[in-house]
Every structure is written in C-alpha cells, then in structure tokens.
C-alpha cells in the first residue's frame, strides 16, 4: 500500500509534522502555530515551507489550503489557511479592509520610554544586494509607506521587558523597524541592532511572536485564536527575570 506521505509529496514525518501544528479547524478554516524556522512561503533558500506542508491537507481533487497570510521565517506564532475558495476570498478582503486585527509579543532589552504609545512612521524599502530591508523615512519620501505600531511594555526583568504590539498597518518588517527606531530592536534581530544576548544567556533567534488573531469568520461573527509562546521565548524571558510569565 502506498503511504499518505508519497501520495501528497510529503515524506509520512513531513505530513505528521504539518498535523502537529495545527491548533484550531472547522469547515473554512485552519490555524497553525508556526515554529520559528519556517518559511511561510517559497524564497531564496527556503527549503521545506508551510505553504508546501499544506499538501498534507489536500483533497482528493489536489487542492489544499490557501495561506491567509505570511510571518518572516524567524517569527513564530498564529498563521491562518483557508480551506475552500469562498473563504480564502472572504478573508482576503477582510485582511486588505484591515479587519484581521493581530497582535504580537516581542522581547526587547529594555521597556521602550514611554512604555506604552503609538510609533507612526513611514517606511520605504532599501535594497542591500540580496536583502531587501526597510528604514524609517520622511512622509513626503516618493517610497514612503504609511505605518503605524501601537505598543504597550507588559512585563519587565534584567536585561530585557516584553513588549505587546498591534500593528494597524502590513508592511514588510514594521514591527521591527518600529521598535528600532523606538532605540529598542527586538533581541534576536541583527539586522536592525538587536542584541544576540542577555546577560550571558545566547538569544536563539528572533524574539518575535504573532500571538493572537482576531477576524471575522466567514460563516459569520468573529474569532479569535491565540498561539501559545514556544519554548526558547518563554525559557528567555524567564532567564531575564520575568517569573510571572504566563503568556
């Protein structure tokens, strides 16, 4: 008999593997909680991907889920898939009328001053070689997309505070740029100064962590799905003092 994995192009642990993230399902939808590691999507070297995974979901017919929307391959957390047409179009619409309201943790080395406010900055996208990356620039800059972070510092230890972010806006690495021209780049993020360390204790990656999502569904009313912290955030933050940890 032939394997589930060989008919699907998932070797059987790829397809367990893919099963293993889900966290929530009904009739239109799928949620995943994304390990850090993972590219959403196919790019430049990103080997096995979410998108790929999603044949481990396939009909019969060869059509899997439709990704909803994407996280940098270091970010972890909440990622939605649509299971037929009218519903990957349904929330299509609702993400670009901006009614998918996410919210992130993120950890920084200090609480942002002040601790809780709004950064509404522009950003353009800069061009390094092969990397795309995005500054923080003037709004008459003919690049310039608008952007805005709302931020709050919910817990704070030795070394490091975890900050909670609602973005309003979608651009490419907003929430990074954001906190770094805040003077607190998220640990973990080398590319806009964030600090590989704290307090001696390695940081593993980047500290960023899309942990609840609100939408409307598209049988009607809302939802809203909240991905747990993997284990290297929540054993980071409680090495920087914060024991109350509960997220």
Known sequence: MTSPGATIGLTPDEAAFARGL????DEAIMAFNKPPGLSSQGGRGAGL?????????????????????RLDRDTSGVILAAKTKPAAGFLGK????????KTYLALVHAPPDPVEGV????????EQGRQSSMRVCEPDHPDAESALTRYRTLLRGKGA???????ESGRMHQLRVHLAHLGRPILGDPRYGGALAVGGVPVPR???????LEFPHPSGGR???????????????RS????????
């Not at 950064?119 to 800069?126: H, K, S, T």
């Not at 980047?206 to 609840?212: D, E, G, P, Q």
């Not at 920087?240 to 997220?247: E, Q, V, Y």
């Open 161 to 167: 505070a975890l900050v909670e972010l609602r973005p």
């Open 206 to 212: 980047l500290m960023l962590h899309a942990a609840v």
């Open 22 to 25: 889900v966290f929530f399902e």
């Open 223 to 237: 939802r809203r799905l909240e991905a747990p912290t993997p284990e290297d955030f929540t054993l980071l933050a």
């Open 94 to 101: 609702a993400m670009m009328g901006r009614r998918i309201k």
């Open 119 to 126: 950064v509404e900055a522009p950003l353009r996208r800069e």
């Open 49 to 69: 991907t979410l998108d790929r995974l999603l044949l481990a979901f396939a009909r019969s017919n060869g059509k899997r889920p439709d990704l909803i929307h």
């Open 240 to 247: 920087a003092g914060m024991k109350d940890w509960s997220l």
